[in-house]
């Protein structure tokens, strides 16, 4: 508090070096807070002290600052890659080496990330000469460190300096990264392939040829899985790369061996990235090679390979070539998602669930009807609700191609039976399709059939979904208008005012809440104000002090002579209610809406 | 990468606990404050007295039993010991530089092994008090009305990643990832006060000060990295890191978890037992550990007495074993108590990967993981004890949960037993030698012999007649250095560490 005190004293002064003192000293603060302040406003520090202190002073110091909690580290190592200017241009950024260079090495991988890319940056604003004498030498120190925190950092700085040195260094470059690649530690081998796409990118045609894929091969083949999944990434990012001709040769067969992998992780990843692969080997490779592999794919022993290539099936089929599309999605496809509707794992059901509907727009109107209309309703009628949910939260594919009115009598069991499941988060994601659904029916419909679920959610004794029904009510007004809103929904709200539980009065304020606005100012004035100012003589406080915040909160929709005489006096009186909370919350409404 | 969804509802997100853990209680201990142990009392909750004895064991050649020099360190080397100082862990890291103990107290000792020097050459290998926290506190579950103790169940080292340790610690149901590092510089220099912490008038500031770093006396600190918590249901039992480096597995009596050492929020189960009717329970898991060197491999023991090897390649959840270990029983033992003591209370691969050890309640088994259908070889650990197992059982020992290491070479086995002694078998030369672990035996330097238990009726001098054994002295924990013969022993409160003579 002494400091506080000064601070003050400072502030009232003239002396500009004060507030700039503070922060430095707040660098050693013990709250962490007050440290994190003042890294974030480092390059206020600098500025104050110039560019050769900043320099000399000010960088020494934070090099040796690792001991900091995380958040702190975090931010410095963000700060330090846009410093350039304050430590004199791009002639001295090389002075913000030494930092990030420890920075790099820490434990916490995200602190180390936030060095690398700030070292990434900061490399682009260092001259070709400055690159070859400062920078490439921490690479390589990074890249033979003892510890594999700092190996692991190296990998992810071999691309942005190789494009921009000469070619003995390119070549010695190379030569870190292959090491790399077959280091002891299994983190720093997945590492490397984590960025053997990116170093792909930047090197000669011919050194992908001869350098990359032999590493590419060897991670492919590493006896860990987890750096076997990763090099599926790379080998998308090197089939871009390579000529069509030579993909059959150099990618494929160790691609071919990644689908097959014996271990489930490797398979999934592959039908992870299955639509990267698809777009990466061209048409003619997807016809003879993908298509079967995607099958088997689908059909893996394993549930979480089957859910992700089920999550891909719609890209898949999209991305087939129009030639052969429908023929292979007919004969070679769809036999294997009809068995994934009636799988034994409810994941995998509810990923094909969540895509299924789009293959409705590829395959056409009769197509569709005939043979994923059934798969449709079989879905809707799953036991596991998420993959009723994922139907009908895309039931907007199928109705571009053949309406809904196909699929409403099934459709109708299925919404009625989630709206009324026993778990909230069911009956709360349905809610929140609800005008979506209502846009899609018709209001003869939603009249008909679904307006009385949207009702009965009001008195739910859960609060979440009385909330979201309150918000859905507002939505559905939007859609169908005002007068509909009239017609429908309004009389029943206002009748639940009288409801001899409390919680139910206050849906009705909650609801003429989030109402008026769409309603309107004569709805509101005319039929739920009388309703809301009944109200404020309520026996139970909550449900007073709610009158008063929902007062404050239609008082913007209403005229100002309603507000005069028929607000105003309420909101007095329940200025001088004897419950404290109506009181505040009258008192704040007068306030706001300036009826004092 | 793994995208399982959680199972069983016995993982959940955990309280919003952001990535970044503050210490709250980092106990920051410096060295040359332990020396001096009456300053000491605020920090360490262990006093360290190292002597010299004589002593017999440890040479993979029995023969040479006799030449052997002991370094044999006593700690907490109180007259009275409480329950909380009772060491419930005791684990090497991968040089053997480091070794750590875990109490009931919640408490963490680390002990570092005292480098080389020329003027004491045989100080070489004695272990000092390095760092000790606080790991875990009492707890109570209010949903459950069960007291959580702080007791440290497990404690694991991580691969050493940079300059800094980490090591894994649990109790019964959380797991906390812990930093011990060194810092040997502190700034200096304020603009607003001077060095005495004396405020100095701003208006008097002409300049700016940069802090600057100096070099002060070597401090130790222990932070808090990740707690990985509210994914055990039932009491862990075990924690084991995967040679991937980037996950672990924690089990309890039920299940098993497999953790991203970075993701505190979320695990998933690999393993599950549990039948979905608690009546039709007749197994526990009893331990589990990950392959050396193989991140697909792991195994598990139960109270049945068998043990399942499990590939994580062929399918996320382990549920269906590759492999299992099992002998039958044979017939002619059978008893009432067959099934207890046939309970695994540890399993342990070999540095190899090729061999498993298993610890039962009578015998230590070294299994092939090639061969499923019997072990290769089985050790009597306290055979004698066989005729006493009901007394065993009325006192609950036979529920004693005995732990068992490999040395470097995978072999020795060594395991422990009661009275404070501790069994050793040589696997090449099938000898095998009992030791003791206890002050009043061993002096400084001197050769650990040999102890004897009698059997039969006729009792020879030195030798302790088996109604004469002490069953509250049990020896549970015991650890090997990873690549030299340098033992540690826990003995209720005492951790004795014994090594072959130096020079």
Known sequence: TKLDDSKMAGAEGDDSLYPIAVLIDELRNEDVQLRLNSIKKLSTIALALGVERTRTELLPFLTDTIYDEDEVLLALAEQLGSFTVLVGGPEFVHNLLPPLESLATVEETVVRDKAVESLRKISQEHSPVDLEVHFVPLVKRLASGDWFTSRTSACGLFSVCYPRVSSTVKAEIRQHFRTLC??????????????????????????????IIPLFTALASDEQDSVRLLAVEAGVSIA???????????????????AEDKSWRVRYMVADKFSELQKAVGPEITKTDLVPAFQNLLKDCEAEVRAAAANKVKVFCENLPEDSRETIIMTHILPCVKELVSDTNQHVKSALASVIMGLSTILGKDNTVEHLLPLFLVQLKDECPEVRLNIISNLDCVNEVIGIRQLSQSLLPAIVELAEDAKWRVRLAIIEYMPLLAGQLGVEFFDEKLNSLCMAWLIDHVFAIREAATCNLMKLVEKFGAEWAQNTIVPKVLGMANDSNYLHRMTTLFCINALSGVCGQEITTKHMLPVVLKMSTDQVANVRFNVARCLQKIGPVLDSSALQAEVKPVLEKLATDQDMDVKYFALEAISVLALA | MLTQVDRGGGVSVAAPVSHFYRCAASTAASRQHFSDREESAAAPPVTSQTSWIDSAFLSLRFSEIDTRKINNSFLRDHNYA???????????????????????????????????????????????????????EPEFDYLKSLEIEEKINKIRWLPQQNAAYFLLSTNDKTVKLWKISERDKRPEGYNLKDEEGRIRDPTTITSLRVPVLRPMDLMVEATPRRIFSNAHTYHINSISVNSDHETYMSTDDLRINLWNLEITNRSFNIVDIKPANMEELTEVITAAEFHPNQ????????????????????????????????????????????????????????????????????????????????PLETYQVHDYLRSKLCSLYENDCIFDKFECVWNGTDSVLMTGSYNNFFRMFDRNTKRDVTLEASRENSKPRAILKPRKVCVGGKRRKDEISVDSLDFSKKILHTAWHPNENIIAVAATNNLYIFQDKVN
């Open chain 1, 182 to 211: 077959s280091d002891d530690t299994p983190m720093v081998r997945r590492a490397a392939a984590s960025k053997l796409g990116e170093f792909a990118k930047v090197l000669e045609l011919d050194y992908v040829k001869s350098d």
């Open chain 1, 240 to 258: 871009t790369l390579l000529p069509q001709e030579d993909l059959e040769a150099l990618v494929m067969p160790t691609l071919r061996q990644a």
């Open chain 2, 82 to 136: 409480t329950e909380a100082d009772i060491i419930s862990t005791v684990e090497f890291n991968s040089t053997g530089e480091l070794l750590a103990t875990g109490d009931k107290g919640g408490r963490v000792v680390v002990f570092q092994r005292e480098q080389e020097s020329k003027n004491q050459p045989h100080r070489r290998g004695e272990y000092n008090v390095y760092s000790t926290f606080q790991s875990h």
């Open chain 2, 295 to 374: 991140c697909n491999t792991f195994v598990y023991s139960s109270s049945k007495g068998s043990i399942r090897l499990c590939d994580m390649r062929t399918s996320a959840l382990c549920d269906n074993h590759s492999k299992l270990f099992e002998e039958p029983e044979d017939p002619s033992n059978r008893s009432f108590f067959s099934e207890i003591i046939s309970s695994i209370s540890d399993v342990k691969f070999s540095h190899s990967g090729r061999y498993l050890m298993t610890r039962d309640y009578l015998t230590v088994k070294v299994w092939d993981i090639n061969m499923e259908s019997k």
